[in-house]
Structures are given as C-alpha cells and as structure tokens.
C-alpha cells in the first residue's frame, strides 16, 4: 500500500486494461477546452468584496474543483505502475512569480492541501497565505531548498531522480518526499491569464502523479453564443483518461460547471442537496 493512496479494486476489465495498454501519461492525455461565463464569478467576487472578503477568479476556479470532487472523487485518482490508486488526500500546485533581491523575477511552485471541511472561503486564506509567504525575496520552500541541494552537486540530481522514480513505482517513496514534490498532485493549475496570455494545453508531468492539468486563459468574447457583450474564461484542460470513464468524467465536469455558475454553493452551509460519495461506496475499495 503507498502512502499516498489505496489501490482501487473493483474496476470494470477495460479501464483494468488500459494502463497496461497505455502505460505512459503522455500516452493517455486528452484535451478539451472549457468556456465558463465569468458574469456569476464577476457578480459574487463583487458582492463578497462589499462584505471586506477580497476573492479572486482562480479561487473561485480551485474551490469549485475541490467541491465537485467530494461528490466525484475519481478525479482523485492516479495511476502508478499500472494499477489505479485513490488518493487519500487532496491538494493542488501552481507556479507562481515572486521577485528576487537584485529585482529580477524567479518562479518557485506552491502546494496547497485542502480538507473536507474547507470552503471557498478557506481554501481562499489557505492559497493567499502561500503565496504571500512564497514571494517573499529571501523565502524559499521546502521545494526550492531540496531542488538546490539535489542540483548542486553533480551527478546528484541523476541518481536520487532514478531512485525516486524506483521508490515511487513500487510504492516505497516516504510520504514526506511526496509532500515536497508538485508532481504528485491532485490537479496543476496555471493562471495565464493573470499575465495575458491565452490558455495552453499543459502536459500532465509523467514524473508524480498528476492527473489533470487546467490553465486558465485570459478572457474572451462569447463569439460561441453571439453575445460579445458576455465575456468567456477559456480552460485548457488535460486529463489522464486512465484514472476513471468517460461518463465519471462528464459527470465530473458538469458539477463543476454547476459551481462555477453558481460560485455562492461553495460556502459552507449553502443549500446543495447533491450527495457526496465516498471513493468507497463507488468502487468498493
């Protein structure tokens, strides 16, 4: 058993087979764009900043994700050495640009773990006290302090990568390895927009576990409903097709429209009478 998940029994033969016949991430990727209509996340980061609560379009986005994920949680899952694992655990990475003393700009990533509990709210403070604490100029991570100490000394990075590859395939990397590497995420997201710049395609990392892959683009007009008036976010998504069907997929993805129309659900104590399912009533696990 790994540290950082459980394997999943009870799958149907073919989504059994398909790691075997695509063992690689790179091999299972599929892409597809999403258009949200920014009005109802325009509309309830206004009225919250009324409130004195100042939200942004990527906590709204993250937060919606991390809900419909508690009634969906095979989006959850990742794929290792063949076999299908639940993640027991729930947390997201993103790069982010922070200013280095001598004034020039550097990127360093961030790691968020969100709970159960969690709402939008929470999940707000969590990511802004990250990267208020990561951009500071003379603050580096766990992360940024373990990959200057791999890199410098050479050979080093080769033999702990290939070994870290090894203990990961057979489930005996430590858990606080996995909690130190981006890589092994539930989702990796990336803000263009914020600089922008159109959404891409990103790869999802075959080093880790990463599954799904969203960047968001800067805004477009809604030339897909004629309205120009209506502005669109556009989200380029990539996801590992190995980790669950093509309908938990779609049923994934139409809660998440669901909250990102409707972003006051993702308070704590807002009337949604949907169900959540645990990743053991679904598999059997």
Aim: charged share 25%; with cysteine; net charge positive.
């Amino acid at each position: 058993m790994r540290s950082d998940g459980k394997r999943v029994k009870g799958l149907s033969p073919i989504v059994s087979a398909i790691p075997y016949i695509m063992p690689r991430r790179y091999d299972a990727q599929n892409f597809i764009t999403e258009y949200v209509d920014m009005e109802p996340m325009r509309t309830y980061i206004r009225k919250k900043r009324e409130g004195g609560v100042r939200l942004t379009y990527m906590s709204v986005v993250l937060a919606a994700y991390f809900k419909a994920h508690l009634k969906h949680p095979q989006i959850n899952r990742f794929v290792m050495n063949k076999r299908v694992y639940a993640r027991n655990h729930f947390c997201v990475s993103f790069v982010i640009l922070k200013t280095r003393a001598d004034g020039t700009n550097d990127e360093t990533t961030v790691k968020v773990f969100f709970e159960p509990e969690d709402d939008i709210l929470s999940i707000h403070r969590k990511i802004e006290a990250e990267i208020e604490k990561n951009r500071n100029s003379v603050h580096n991570n766990n992360t940024d302090k373990f990959a200057s100490f791999m890199f410098a000394i050479p050979l080093l990075p080769d033999i702990l990568l290939a070994l870290v590859r090894l203990m990961d395939r057979w489930g005996l990397l430590p858990r606080f390895i996995i909690d130190l590497s981006p890589f092994h995420t539930s989702l990796f997201i990336t803000n263009l927009a914020s600089i922008n710049t159109s959404h891409i395609f990103h790869h999802c990392y075959e080093f880790g576990t990463t599954g799904v892959f969203i960047c968001m683009g800067k805004p477009l007009p809604d030339f897909l409903g004629g309205d120009k008036r209506k502005r669109l976010m556009p989200l380029g998504v990539v996801l590992d097709e190995r980790i669950c069907t093509g309908n938990e997929y779609a049923q994934f993805w139409h809660t998440y429209n669901r909250y990102l129309t409707h972003p006051e659900l993702l308070e704590n104590g807002a009337d949604d009478a949907a169900p959540e399912k645990s990743e053991e009533e679904l598999v059997g696990v």
